[in-house]
Structures are given as C-alpha cells and as structure tokens.
C-alpha cells in the first residue's frame, strides 16, 4: 500500500531527447536517498543549505558513475509538496534518465504516481483543490488561452 509518507520519485521532465532532465525526489527519506546517490564536493546533499545548487556526478551502489549532474535542495515545508525534495539535474537522454531513476529507485523511493507529487502538496495544504486541479490544466494546456 502506498502512503503519503512513502518516499517518490519520478522523472520530472517531458519525455524524449533534451539538454537536461530532472529526477524529482519527495518525502521522508529524500536527502538520505541523495546521499545515498549523489556525490559532490562536501558537505553531502543532506547538509546544504536549502536551495543551492551543486554539481557532482549521479553513481552507483559501488561508486562508478552514472551521469554528471547537479543536486538542488528543498527543505520541508519550503517546496512545492510541502516535504523534503530533491532534484537531479543531469543530461537529457532517455537511457541516461531511466538509469538515473533506476537508481533513485534502488537507493529506497519508489515510482511515483501519476499526479503524486501536487496531491501531496494538496494534502500537506500547500494547494487547494482548485490550485491542484489549476496544475493539471496548465500541464494538458496547449494554446496560450487553455
């Protein structure tokens, strides 16, 4: 069963070939799984300061290297679900991206659902119910008046 206080991530970015992509990360276990992920010069992702960006490099289990990339920090309550977050920013191919959500993945989040990360920040109040519904809207928007 899946609970809000379940760790998730998700590939943030549309799909296809890109300059970047973004893992997002959201949940109790957030900075751990960066730390578990992520290697940059210290301090690890877990001790920065919210809201900075850090390049490093996206590994494995055993230290070899998935991507170069960067790390952006928030700290709960200050991001969009209202909970730690965590996005990778690394390269925009498709093999490289799903290796690097694999990862995520591997280190203790699971796949988020369609839509989880704004019903979160629905349900931990940062968005009302026209707000979350407003997301959904400007995502399937395909003209400037939609």
Known sequence: MQTITDTIAAI???????????????????????????????????????FTFSPGHVVEADGSVIDEALVLIFHAPRSFTREDVVELQGHGGPAVTRRVLQRVLQAGARPADPGEFTRRAFLNGRLDLVQAEAVLDLIRARTDRA
Do not use: H, K
């Open 12 to 50: 943030a970015t549309a799909p296809g070939e890109g300059g970047i992509s973004v893992i997002r990360i959201s949940g109790p276990q957030a900075l751990r799984v960066a730390n578990a992920v992520f290697r940059c010069c210290p301090p690890r992702p877990s001790q920065r300061a919210p």
